[in-house]
């Protein structure tokens, strides 16, 4: 069973590809994690949302996995004066 995650940003219009490229950024070091399967950002056809999914061996290669993206980018993952609403976040388990 794996386990994955989607999440969605709300970013204001201007900063939706700043977004973007950050979640390319967080994908680039949940990659070379021991347990990381995939993760992908992609945009709602209205721009009005960047929402990323992805997937691990485990839930604690998830865990791991986020430990180190916020070693490495600090505040990465966390919502910031560019969303217009508060992100969320849905883990989930493959059946």
């Known amino acids: ?5 989607v999440a969605f940003h ?11 490229d950050r979640c390319h950024q967080v ?3 949940l990659a070379l994690q021991p347990g990381f399967l995939r993760a992908e950002p992609w ?5 009005d949302a960047v929402v ?7 839930q604690q290669a ?12 600090g505040a ?3 919502s910031d004066e560019r969303e217009v609403k ?4 849905h883990t989930l388990l493959s059946r």
């Open 52 to 58: 990323t999914t992805g997937e691990f061996e485990s």
């Open 76 to 78: 990465a993952v966390d």
């Open 27 to 29: 994908r680039e070091v």
């Open 10 to 20: 709300y970013p204001s219009p201007e900063h939706v590809e700043e977004f973007v």
């Open 43 to 47: 945009v709602t056809p209205e721009g």
């Open 86 to 89: 508060p992100r969320q976040i």
């Open 62 to 73: 998830f865990q791991a996995a986020f430990a180190a993206v916020s070693r490495e980018l």
């Open 1 to 5: 069973m794996s386990f994955g995650f």
